[in-house]
């Protein structure tokens, strides 16, 4: 059998320095190569799943006219001349370093690889990137995010024949400020965020519903866990992505919500991301590209990314 589960990787996100003592550092990425890579190589211990991932580099494709249609292009132009003379702060937490624009528009490109894969083969895909994108606004970077990519990559899939309705599904432990805002005047684009409440960024709100009831919020107050979790999957997300009818589902894929995560405190378990992802995948089938956002316990992020993808291909196996 051919199946690939492909992670759209490059060593060179490394390069996105953030700083001495930043918790989205290039230690995230390596734990989690690291760790998937043992699961493949451990000889006649390896995991089967493991087996079938395929590490594939980013296309080097023409992001810009993606981004600078959800962003502004000044903001854009401003990223581009901060990195050029050698970096600086955006905000007190968010860094640009001189490769971080070039990195940032990697990480785009990742994403749209990603969506043109899961669209073309009908099959699930992972962008495993940095930096992370769910709070970075039309015309500002914040929260160790630089460019929107969820929201870059939904406005994107729009333009791929077929696709004429695209829903993102935010399990970060923040609330996505700026995918929610670069996605809810389109009516086409559906958005639903699971995060902590109260929390950075203080958006999410349960009465913010978007311009087309195209918006779902669903705030958990701090030590919520996976039966929290299931209950408003049950009750409120599933309900309102089916109604939606998504042709392609994105998710916005943070791993703060574990339990060991030490910027927020909610009690998810790694393992309970397969269950998160096969509640997707009864959803949506293999139509899911996963990309990362946060998770910044080195070994929690690790497996719960490996929970994740071993969900998918071995659903993915149970369905061909
Ligand atoms: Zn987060």
Redesign the pocket.
């Known amino acids: 059998m051919n199946y690939r589960f492909p992670v759209f990787y490059s060593s060179l996100f490394a390069g996105h320095d953030t700083g001495l003592g930043h918790p989205e550092n290039a230690g995230r990425l390596s734990a989690v190569v690291d760790h998937l890579k043992n699961c493949q190589n451990s000889g006649l211990q390896a995991d089967e799943w493991a087996t079938q991932i395929a590490w594939i580099e980013p296309s080097a494709r023409s992001v810009l006219p993606h981004v600078c249609r959800v962003h502004d292009p000044g903001y854009v132009n401003q990223l581009d001349a901060i990195a050029q003379r050698g970096g600086g702060h955006i905000d007190s937490d968010t860094v640009v370093s001189p490769q971080s624009y070039d990195l940032a528009l990697l990480a785009v490109a990742a994403w749209l690889d990603g969506v043109d894969w899961v669209w073309q083969q009908k099959s699930p895909a992972f962008a495993l990137v940095r930096p992370?994108g769910?709070?970075a606004e039309r015309d500002r970077g914040m929260?160790?995010c630089l460019l929107s990519n969820a929201a870059i990559a939904a406005h994107y899939a729009l333009t791929c024949p077929g696709i004429s309705r695209v829903a993102i599904l935010d399990w970060?432990?923040?609330h996505g400020n700026g995918t929610q805002a670069l996605v809810e005047a389109n009516a086409n684009l559906a958005y639903c965020s699971f995060?902590q409440s109260p929390a950075?960024p203080g958006t999410g709100a349960a009465s913010e519903t978007g311009q087309h009831q195209n918006v779902l919020n669903l705030p958990l107050p701090p030590g919520a866990q996976l039966a929290d979790y299931q209950q408003r999957w049950a009750d409120q997300a599933r309900p309102f992505l089916a109604d939606f009818g998504a042709d392609l589902m994105i998710v916005s894929a943070?791993y703060?919500?574990t339990q060991a995560d030490p910027?927020?405190s909610l009690s998810l378990q790694p393992d309970d991301y397969r269950w998160f992802t096969h509640a997707c995948w009864e959803l949506m089938g293999p139509r899911i590209l996963f990309g990362l956002?946060?998770?910044?316990d080195f070994s929690a992020l690790a497996c719960s990314v490996a929970a994740t993808i071993r969900c998918a291909i071995e659903n993915c196996a149970v369905s061909s």
């Open positions: 992370p769910h709070h929260g160790f970060d432990v923040h995060h950075y943070g703060d919500a910027l927020a956002e946060g998770g910044y």
